[in-house]
């Protein structure tokens, strides 16, 4: 009996333990439930993205729901259609699909298991398991929030980061062209435009970099959610909304993109383009005393893979630049080059504009880090005039620096522990340029392109002045040799007029370098442009010797202030690059510039010789500037015709001009009217005031 029961209770627990088995291989076998399966509560979208300029849950899983306000080629804007009715947290956001997603808008939908992420400082939801069609949301449509325009003086996050993401609306309005039409690869259009009834705050109509409060003030348009944007160029009026007296209001999602708030209009909001002509005028033909040296950004002239792969749009958009050098240089004497993929690249544009321009240039350019980079090669290059430049030698000298920037290097250029500091050496040449004036013209020639503005700007800024000193010390050795050397420092500095990186190239050189630009009215100083800010990324400085021939500066507004076309116009010189082109004129016997300011616009000036005949006459800028380029040293009239309102102290006087840039003696230039309030104001200030009120 006792041991039946033993085996009575043996068998017992086998079969336990072998259903126990049959269990847990079953639980193991069994499909696993997915994430996506799995109940989430879903996370408001205003706690997402929280009340300040980062979401509190950046780098989270979670589940969102909502309603669909906008779709674009890859993803769409989801809004709480109640929200929590706290102004400062956004109701909105935008769910990243990478591929266009089949959602549209006016659906409720639920976002599964998706990452919070801050990209370039843009809040959203990407990598999600699934987007489902959803029952929460407690209404059928989305109401949109009332935004204020932007404005001077105040921050556009501090403004508008409250809507990232949002359905908003606006009153229409008639705005200035400051960024013109922008196409981007994956075919959304942008553009940047000011409020007309800011114009007269701005000098000439343009916002500049420097002017912060300015570009506060600019309205940056999308045309990611459909909407049809226009070719527009800069200074152009464009009307959004409906026509003035129709109070209905203009829609459109309020966006974050890469530094900027954007208005992503929608498909169906009337746009109306008013174009405004723009004088765009050549350079100059260099004269046989004189010769002319430019710079150009070739936008990306190579075979790389992510450039020109194909052989005839290969050939088509080198005859493009030859073009453009054959009509808007004008056949420039030296032109240094930026952005040629590979020395090759160089030199086969040396051969277009000699084959089919009849212009005898030769190519110098030696080969850099980035030249052997397959993708995007980019190698700085100097092409000369054979018939008036002699090439004597050429350098692509490296740096080194105790910060490795990933620069790909061979053994020996730096010693241990050190490392390269340009991707793209620069280039200098040493040449003679010949002419009517005697002796060939020794001068030495670096040609620049420094490091971007692309990523982390705290550390690019320490590079570029890096990269700065570095060649200061060029300049500063070749003055040792010869105090009186003729040195041009010229390419795409990436760093703006009166910047940090370009103040050091310029103030570590003793004797300093001289910065043309400082010639130019304020008005022309501007080379590329940004978000809808006009800035000078490319600059051309010399040496004091050179400075006493400089005969003209003249940045050519061919490419910045124009949309870029639909399609590439090869018969077209225009957008050869997406810079501006430079160019300096230089008379070796000498030459002289005349400046000076009246304070107001459209003034007459007119310069006549010891002869009393006529040099020049030109009309005051909205800043009231004015220049006179390519005259000799000696004795002229200066003559101002003013209007009967504007009071001149001395509309005529004898100037002696010496070689370099001349300044006219400030003037006292008054308005009437502003004259007759001084006057009414020593009277009485009561009495000024009613004047003032038009009383």
């Known amino acids: 009996m006792m041991l039946q029961q033993t085996w009575q209770k043996t068998t017992f627990l086998r079969r336990c333990r072998l259903i126990a088995l049959f269990l847990l291989l079953a639980l193991l076998c069994a499909p696993a439930r997915s994430q996506a399966d799995q109940h989430y509560e879903p996370a408001p979208i205003y706690h997402i993205q929280g009340d300040g300029l980062t979401s ?11 309603m669909v306000t906008g779709v674009t080629a890859t993803g769409f804007y989801l809004q709480d259609p109640t929200g929590d009715g706290n102004p400062a947290t956004s109701d909105g956001l935008f769910v990243y699909t990478h591929q266009p997603p089949t959602v549209r808008p006016g659906e409720c939908v639920l976002v599964q298991r998706a990452l919070v992420s801050e990209f370039y400082e843009k809040t959203e939801l990407s990598r999600m398991k699934a987007v489902l069609p959803d029952s929460r949301c407690p209404r059928t449509t989305v109401t949109p929030v009332q935004i204020p325009l932007p404005y001077y003086s105040v921050s556009p996050a501090e403004l508008f980061e409250r809507y990232e993401g949002m359905l908003v609306e606006f009153p229409g309005l008639t705005g200035m062209v400051q960024g013109p039409t922008k196409r981007l690869n994956d075919g959304r259009l942008e553009l940047a435009i000011i409020p007309e009834s800011l114009r007269p705050y701005l000098p000439g109509g343009r916002v500049f970099q420097e002017h912060t409060e300015a570009s506060n003030a600019l309205i940056h348009l ?5 909407a049809h944007l226009p070719d527009a160029k800069w200074g152009d009026r464009i009307r959004i909304g409906n026509p003035v007296g129709d109070s209905s209001l203009t829609r459109a999602v309020l966006d974050y993109n890469f530094g900027k708030y954007q208005l992503l209009l929608m498909p169906d909001e009337p746009l109306l383009l008013e174009p405004k002509p723009l004088a765009d005028l050549p350079g100059i033909t260099a004269a046989s005393d004189e010769f002319t040296l430019c ?14 792969t194909d052989e005839v749009a290969y050939r088509m958009h080198l005859r493009k630049r030859a073009l453009t050098i054959s009509e808007q240089l004008q056949g420039c004497t030296l032109i240094g080059l930026q952005e040629a993929g590979t020395p090759a690249d160089a030199e086969a544009l040396a051969a277009e504009l000699r084959d089919f321009f009849n212009l005898p240039y030769q190519a110098t350019a030696l080969p850099g880090p980035q030249t052997e980079n397959a993708e995007f090669p980019l190698t700085n290059a100097l092409l000369t005039r054979a018939d008036r430049v002699q090439v004597i030698k050429a350098a692509a000298p490296q740096a080194c620096t105790e910060h490795d920037y990933a620069v790909p290097m061979a053994p020996g250029v730096c010693p241990a522990e050190r490392f390269a500091l340009f991707d793209r050496t620069p280039l200098v040449v040493d ?8 002796e060939p013209y020794p001068l030495r020639l670096i040609v620049n392109h420094w490091k971007s503005k692309a990523g982390d700007e705290s550390i690019n800024a320490v590079r570029r002045t890096q990269q700065a000193l570095f060649v200061a010390a060029l300049v500063q050795a070749a003055l040792i040799v010869d105090p009186a050397a003729n040195v041009a420092v ?20 003793q004797p300093p370098l001289i910065h043309p630009y400082d010639y130019l009215p304020a008005l022309d100083r501007y080379t590329y442009i940004f978000n809808g800010a006009s800035q000078v990324l490319d600059h051309l400085l010399i040496t004091p010797g050179m400075a006493r021939g400089l005969a003209g500066v003249d940045i050519l507004h061919t490419n910045v202030d124009y949309p870029y076309p639909s399609f590439v116009d090869f018969t077209d010189p225009r957008h050869a690059s997406d810079h501006d082109l430079v160019q300096l004129r230089i008379r070796p016997a000498g030459a002289t510039l005349l400046g000076g300011n009246l304070r107001y616009p459209g003034l007459r000036v007119e310069l006549l010789g010891a002869d009393q005949q006529p040099l020049g006459v030109t009309l005051t800028d909205e800043r009231g500037d004015f220049r006179f380029w390519n005259l000799r040293p000696g004795v002229v009239t200066l003559r101002i015709v003013a209007p009967d309102f504007v009071s001149l102290s001395a509309p005529e006087m004898t100037l002696t001009l010496e070689a370099g840039y001349n300044v006219v003696p400030p003037l006292a230039v008054e308005h009437q009217s502003a004259a007759l309030v001084g006057a009414i104001a020593r009277l009485g200030p009561d009495i000024a005031r009613l004047v003032q009120e038009g009383q």
């Open 490 to 509: 010229l390419g795409d500095l990436n760093d703006y007029y009166k910047s940090g990186p370009v103040e050091a190239l310029q103030m570590n050189v």
């Open 295 to 308: 710079s150009m950004n070739l936008y990306a002239l190579g075979r790389g893979t992510a450039q020109i």
């Open 222 to 226: 999308s045309s990611a959610l459909g």
């Open 56 to 66: 509190p849950l950046a780098d989270r899983w979670v589940d969102a729901a909502g």
């Open 431 to 438: 040449v003679a340029v010949s002419g009517e004036w005697g």
